[in-house]
Nanobody, 114 residues
Framework: HVQLVESGGVSVQAGGSLRLSCVVS????????MGWFRQAPRKEREGVAR???????WYADSVKGRFTISKDNAKNTLYLEMNSLKPEDTAMCYC?????????WGKGTQVTVS
């Protein structure tokens, strides 16, 4: 079955950087849309970034200019480079995959910014 496993979430100080990874099994990410979502305490889940099969990207206004989404099709892995982190970036971050909608989800990795 399809499995998405995120990693890289840790506690960092404001202004720091992190790179999240999402290794996908039994699903070819080259032909799908991949996305990063996050959910902070007391808030709804929100989309952070997306990358389409052709390489086009989308970013939430709150992270534009600070985060970069990328993928390695050969490794079937999705990445999120997070720079200039702010306390409001603290959230559980999820990797997702799909075509028309995001069908498959990882369990999440916690990012904490102090």
């Amino acid at each position: 079955h399809v499995q998405l496993v995120e990693s890289g979430g840790v506690s960092v100080q404001a202004g720091g950087s992190l790179r999240l990874s999402c290794v996908v099994s039994n699903y070819r990410i080259s032909s799908s849309c991949m996305g990063w979502f996050r959910q902070a305490p007391r808030k709804e889940r929100e989309g952070v970034a997306r990358i389409y099969s052709d390489g086009r990207t989308w970013y939430a206004d709150s992270v534009k200019g600070r985060f970069t989404i990328s993928k390695d099709n050969a490794k079937n892995t999705l990445y999120l480079e997070m720079n200039s982190l702010k306390p409001e970036d603290t959230a559980m971050c999820y990797c997702a995959a799909g075509t028309v909608v995001f069908t498959y989800w990882g369990k999440g990795t916690q990012v904490t910014v102090s």
